[in-house]
């Protein structure tokens, strides 16, 4: 099970939007919609930001938001803070029964 | 409130075992699947597997890395999800994190370190 496809790092300046992307193939996404997006400080457990593609756990900021199209996820951050500089990881329940994340993307606020 | 605390980490040679223990309160532990993702030192996050609750039968998958040598169990009268690492290779190296559920992970633990070195 081959991991799902990130950039290594994206950045940008406060304020701004940025777009995380999460490539797999039809097997890891298949007709299920079961995209998590993680958040992780470094030393840190990762915190479960998006789940089910689009849906924010409560105590999320709605300036994060999910979406899906094919095989491919993303994750949109609106109105970049300094405090959202961290790792993010998406994951996929695929069609076998197993799970896989991506490689993660470092995001860097300027 | 929901707490997940991993236990059992530690130095291992290669070849040898090692126990971890994920000891759980906060919530009706039966009730949920309870999963083990680890992640090597400045790498990415790494599913390794999970167990079901009783009521879907208390089955278990693995990912390929680990399988045939991991399983993971659940004892629910203790509200503990364990995890027996057999044969550790040197690339089993990392902080190990129980986890609630199986599609996705609202609850996490802190962590334990495994470090499998001669």
């Known amino acids: 099970q081959s991991a799902l496809t990130q950039p290594a790092s994206v950045s940008g300046s406060p304020g701004q939007s940025i777009t995380i992307s999460c490539t797999g193939t039809s097997s890891d996404f298949d007709s299920y919609n079961y995209v998590s997006w993680y958040q992780q400080y470094p030393g840190k457990a990762p915190q479960l930001m998006i789940y089910?593609?689009?849906n924010r756990p409560s105590g999320v900021s709605n300036r994060f938001s999910g979406s899906k199209s094919g095989n491919t996820a993303s994750l949109t951050i609106s109105g970049l803070q300094a405090e959202d500089e961290a790792d993010y990881y998406c994951s996929s329940y695929t069609s076998s029964s197993t799970l896989v994340f991506g490689g993660g993307t470092k995001l860097t606020v300027l | 409130e929901v707490q997940l605390v991993e236990s059992g980490g530690g130095l291992v040679q290669p070849g040898r075992s090692l126990r971890l223990s994920c000891t759980s309160s906060?919530?009706?532990?039966?009730?949920?699947?309870m999963s083990w993702v680890r992640q090597a030192p400045g790498k990415g996050l790494e599913w390794v597997g999970f167990?079901?609750?009783?009521?879907?039968?208390?089955?278990?998958q693995y990912a390929a890395s680990v399988k045939g040598r991991f399983t993971i169990s659940r004892d629910d009268s203790k509200s503990i999800a364990s995890l027996q690492m057999n044969s550790l290779k040197t690339e089993d190296t990392a902080v190990y994190y129980c986890?609630?559920?199986?599609?996705?992970?609202?609850?996490w633990g802190q962590g334990t370190l495994v470090t499998v070195s001669s």
């Open positions: 089910e593609v689009s």
């Open positions: 986890t609630r559920g199986f599609r996705n992970f609202a609850y």
């Open positions: 906060g919530f009706t532990f039966g009730d949920f699947a």
């Open positions: 167990i079901r609750s009783k009521t879907y039968g208390g089955t278990t």
